[in-house]
C-alpha cells in the first residue's frame, strides 16, 4: 500500500511549523490543504493552500465546519500556548470522528550558565520580576500584557516586542518594539545588541521552543542575566503529538493509506 495524502486536511495554524507544513502536503496529487488562522495578526504570513481566518465559534462550531467541509483529518499546529484552540480541536475530533495530530515544536531546555526561573503563568512571572531586575525584556506578546499592568511594578521599566501594537492594560513604563522573529544573535539588530542597547537586567519570555526566536536566551546567558521562563500548559491527554512537520507529513500520509485500504 503506497502513502497518499487523505483528501481534506485542516491545519489549525499560526506557526512557523503549520506554514512549513502546509508547504509539504502542497501538490500532492487529489488533496485539499486548508489552513486556518485566527486572524490577531494584522498582516500574517501565508501558506500556500487555501486559507481561512477567524474563529469557528468554540469546539461545537469547529465540529460542524469539519463535518460541513468534509475534513479528513485535523491537524493542531497552533502555538504551545494556544490553549482554548487545542482544547477544542480535541473535543471537535471526537466529535465529528476525524482523526487528530498535535504538531508541537518542542519546548527549550537549559544548559550551562543559564540563570532561569520558571513560572506556571504570566501573573506568576509578573509577581516574581522586582526580585530579579528593574529593566525588563518582555517577549510574550501583546496579549497578556495585563499581568504586568499592576501598581506593584510601576517602578519597572519594559522594552516589550511584539508583531502589532499592544492595548491597554499595559506596563506603566514601556516602549514597544514592533517585530516579528526569527531574530538573530549577532549584529546591529541582534539579541546581543539589543539587550546591552536597553540595558536590560531580566527577560520574560513563554517556553514557546524553536530556533526563531531562542537567540534570547544565548544573549541572556552570554550577559549573565536572569530569564523568567512560563512553562508550557498541559497539552490535551490522548491526541497523538510530532516535533516537526516532517513527522506531521508522513502521519497525514498513514492516515491516507488507512482511507484507501479501508
Ligand atoms: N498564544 C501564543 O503565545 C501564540 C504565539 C504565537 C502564535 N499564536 C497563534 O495565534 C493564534 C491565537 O492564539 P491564542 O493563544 O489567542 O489562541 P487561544 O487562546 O487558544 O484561542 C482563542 C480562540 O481563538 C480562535 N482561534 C485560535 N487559533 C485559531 C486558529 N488557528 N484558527 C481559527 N481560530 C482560532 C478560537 O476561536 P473560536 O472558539 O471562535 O473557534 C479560539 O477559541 C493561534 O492560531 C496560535 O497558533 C499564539
Known amino acids: 500500500m503506497t502513502a497518499t495524502t487523505p483528501r481534506h486536511v485542516l491545519i489549525l495554524g499560526g506557526t512557523t511549523e503549520s506554514r512549513r507544513l502546509a508547504e509539504l502536503l502542497q501538490g500532492a496529487p487529489g488533496a485539499r490543504v486548508t489552513s486556518s488562522l485566527a486572524g490577531r495578526v494584522a498582516t500574517p504570513r501565508l501558506p500556500p493552500g487555501e486559507v481561512r481566518v477567524g474563529g469557528f465559534g468554540g469546539a461545537e462550531g469547529l465540529a460542524a465546519w469539519l463535518c460541513e467541509h468534509r475534513v479528513d483529518v485535523l491537524v493542531d499546529a497552533t502555538h504551545p500556548f494556544a490553549e482554548t484552540i487545542s482544547a477544542n480541536a480535541a473535543r471537535a475530533a471526537a466529535t465529528a470522528h476525524v482523526p487528530l495530530l498535535a504538531l508541537r515544536r518542542p519546548g527549550?531546555?537549559?544548559?550551562?550558565?543559564?540563570?532561569?526561573?520558571?513560572?506556571?503563568?504570566?501573573?506568576?512571572?509578573?509577581?516574581?520580576?522586582?526580585?530579579?531586575?528593574?529593566?525588563?525584556?518582555?517577549?510574550?506578546?501583546?496579549?497578556?500584557?495585563?499581568?504586568?499592568?499592576?501598581?506593584?511594578?510601576?517602578?519597572?521599566?519594559?522594552?516589550?516586542r511584539s508583531v502589532d501594537a499592544p492595548e491597554p492594560p499595559y506596563p506603566a513604563r514601556m516602549e514597544v518594539l514592533l517585530d516579528r522573529g526569527p531574530f538573530t544573535l549577532d549584529g546591529e539588530h541582534g539579541e546581543r545588541e539589543l539587550l546591552r542597547r536597553h540595558r536590560i537586567d531580566v527577560v520574560v519570555t513563554k517556553d514557546s521552543g524553536?530556533?526563531?526566536?531562542?537567540?534570547?536566551?544565548?544573549?541572556?546567558?552570554?550577559?549573565?542575566?536572569?530569564?523568567?521562563?512560563?512553562?508550557?500548559?498541559?497539552?490535551?491527554?490522548?491526541?497523538?503529538v510530532v516535533p516537526d512537520p516532517e513527522s506531521a507529513a508522513s502521519w497525514i500520509r498513514e492516515q491516507g493509506s488507512r482511507e484507501v485500504g479501508k
Open 108 to 160: 527549550w531546555t537549559p544548559v550551562e550558565g543559564d540563570d532561569w526561573h520558571e513560572v506556571g503563568s504570566l501573573t506568576e512571572a509578573a509577581a516574581l520580576l522586582p526580585t530579579l531586575g528593574r529593566r525588563v525584556f518582555l517577549t510574550t506578546g501583546r496579549t497578556g500584557l495585563a499581568a504586568f499592568a499592576d501598581h506593584d511594578l510601576a517602578e519597572l521599566w519594559f522594552l516589550v
Open 210 to 240: 524553536g530556533a526563531a526566536t531562542a537567540p534570547k536566551l544565548t544573549a541572556a546567558r552570554e550577559a549573565g542575566l536572569p530569564v523568567v521562563v512560563v512553562r508550557r500548559p498541559a497539552a490535551p491527554e490522548g491526541v497523538p
